[in-house]
């Protein structure tokens, strides 16, 4: 299905900042496709495992233990100030919720995070083309960070399955899932819920069409693009959109 044009709306108001709407939306570009999407590959009692890379505020990771009463989830949100928000906001939560103040990547390294004017842009990556931001943003600071891969990560926590990894991690989506080559690898994740971009917001940042050829080399598969943002100075150029790509086993026809 062809992404509708949206209205204008900035960049930075993500899905993840407002609650999923009460009902199904009619069309994949309203807030609260990506979350009502994912929801329907699951029973809402079932005991999921979820992984949340770039917990930001804490609202993804809110709306996943909300929908999911018996679900646990581990979040990664390596910036001071969205870590110390995002600690407040899940605390209630409990032992369902483990918060991580790393960052999601290829390898167990030490890293430099890009803290950028607005809260949700943050990334290891640097700023790239600014024609195509919806409003100005800079690198205001730098923050040496822990990144770690999956892989190694769900070893040493025994997590033999992940239900849903959702990422939304300013362009370092691939270099995740590159450290996720074992789960992938097994089909070990059912569901992949993540931010696509398809011009350079970022300097040296994989595109869509670098996510997905990863993705199928692993014999995973495009479920469908949602909340295409296209330039509100050009509706025909296409900025990012978030994807839902599911597992091998997920798209049997018997």
């Known amino acids: 299905?062809?992404?509708?044009?949206?209205?204008?709306?900035?960049?930075?108001?993500?899905?993840?900042?407002?609650?999923?709407?009460?009902?199904?939306?009619?069309?994949?570009?309203?807030?609260?496709?990506l979350f009502e999407a994912q929801t329907r590959f699951f029973?809402?009692?079932?005991?999921?495992?979820?992984?949340?890379?770039?917990?930001h505020l804490g609202h993804s990771s809110k709306e996943y233990l909300d929908a999911f009463p018996h679900g646990r989830v581990f979040?990664?949100?390596?910036?001071?100030?969205?870590?110390?928000?995002?600690?407040?906001?899940?605390?209630?939560?409990?032992?369902?919720?483990?918060?991580?103040?790393?960052?999601?990547?290829?390898?167990?390294?030490?890293n430099l995070l890009q803290v950028n004017t607005h809260d949700g842009?943050?990334?290891?990556?640097?700023?790239?083309?600014?024609?195509?931001?919806e409003g100005p943003a800079e690198t205001v600071r730098q923050q040496k960070v822990h990144t770690v891969s999956l892989d190694k990560f769900s070893t040493d926590r025994?997590?033999?399955?992940?239900?849903?990894?959702?990422?939304?991690?300013?362009?370092g989506e691939l270099q995740a899932l590159k450290g996720a080559a074992g789960l992938l690898g097994r089909g070990a994740i059912s569901v992949i819920a993540l931010e696509v971009l398809f011009k350079p917001l970022y300097k040296?940042?994989?595109?869509f069409w670098d996510v997905a050829d990863h993705l199928r080399s692993f014999g995973y598969g495009?479920?469908?693009?949602?909340e295409c943002h296209y330039h509100s100075r050009n509706p025909s150029v296409l900025s990012w959109a978030d994807a839902i790509f599911t597992a091998p086993r997920l798209q049997a026809l018997e």
């Open 43 to 55: 029973d809402r009692n079932s005991s999921l495992t979820i992984v949340d890379a770039g917990v």
């Open 75 to 110: 979040g990664f949100e390596p910036e001071d100030n969205n870590f110390a928000a995002a600690t407040t906001m899940l605390a209630p939560y409990g032992g369902r919720m483990t918060l991580l103040k790393n960052a999601l990547s290829e390898q167990d390294a030490t």
């Open 121 to 133: 842009t943050h990334s290891l990556l640097e700023i790239g083309d600014g024609r195509y931001w």
């Open 204 to 207: 040296a940042q994989p595109l």
């Open 1 to 33: 299905m062809l992404c509708a044009v949206y209205t204008r709306r900035v960049m930075f108001d993500r899905l993840w900042k407002k609650p999923a709407t009460p009902k199904s939306p009619s069309s994949p570009n309203e807030l609260g496709t």
């Open 158 to 171: 025994r997590i033999e399955t992940v239900d849903i990894l959702k990422m939304d991690i300013q362009g």
């Open 222 to 226: 495009l479920h469908g693009l949602f």
